[in-house]
Every structure is written in structure tokens, then in C-alpha cells.
């Protein structure tokens, strides 16, 4: 079985990603450190990191914890929404792989409902 199951990149409004991505391991063995997204000309202690995780149901309706929490027990498979800036970096890097940043899906309303997000004034 694949680690990675599911990967969309969405455009979230003008300026972030929402990254929805499904691995086939459990939540807490989750490597937030080893997740970037390189950029040519920028040292790697700046490059870009997830922001504002969030753990999902595996159908996408409903968060299983608050923000800033993780699934107690842990779960797997498990599924996560975060925020990236749209920056220089194309791929985001992974443990799990590389995966195209792109500006093509627009994010679902059932996502745009239920992610938490605090828009800048």
C-alpha cells in the first residue's frame, strides 16, 4: 500500500494552497519538520513549511480535533489540510514524496466550510 493516497492542491484565495493530502500511516508519525517547500535563492532554514494543520475525517466532512490538536488515539489512515504561501517553490517536499504546488482547483465548499483560517484585516 502507498503511503500517500490522496493529494489535491487548491487555491484557497489569492495568496495561499490548501494542501488536502491522505497518508496511509498513523497521525502522530506524521514528520511536519521534513515538509518544505524548496525555493531557488532562498537558504533552507527559510524555506516554506506547513501552517495551520488540520486533521480530517477520510471523507473530508468533518475536522476530528480542534486546531493546533492531534487525534487522540491516533488514526490511520489519516487526512490533513494546510496553508503554504504561494511563493517560488513549485513542489512541496515530502517524506512521502514531491508533490506539484499548482493554482488549478478552486477549494471545495465543504472544505472552505469546515477549515479554520484567520483572514488578515
Not at 497518508?23 to 521534513?34: G, Q, R, T
Amino acid at each position: 500500500m502507498e503511503i500517500v493516497s490522496n493529494y489535491q492542491c487548491y487555491r484557497y484565495n489569492g495568496d495561499l494552497y490548501l494542501i488536502d493530502l491522505t497518508l496511509n500511516i498513523y497521525s502522530d508519525k506524521i514528520d511536519w519538520n521534513e515538509m518544505n517547500v524548496p525555493e531557488d535563492g532562498v537558504e533552507p532554514m527559510n524555506w516554506q513549511v506547513p501552517y495551520l494543520e488540520q486533521y480530517l475525517t477520510l471523507d473530508g466532512i468533518k475536522k476530528i480535533c480542534e486546531l493546533y490538536d492531534e487525534p487522540s488515539p491516533p488514526v490511520n489512515p489519516c487526512r490533513v489540510v494546510f496553508f503554504l504561501y504561494k511563493c517560488g517553490g513549485k513542489v512541496l517536499h515530502t517524506p512521502y514524496g514531491n508533490f506539484p504546488l499548482m493554482d488549478t482547483l478552486k477549494t471545495p465548499k465543504h472544505l472552505k466550510k469546515i477549515v479554520e483560517f484567520d483572514e488578515e484585516d
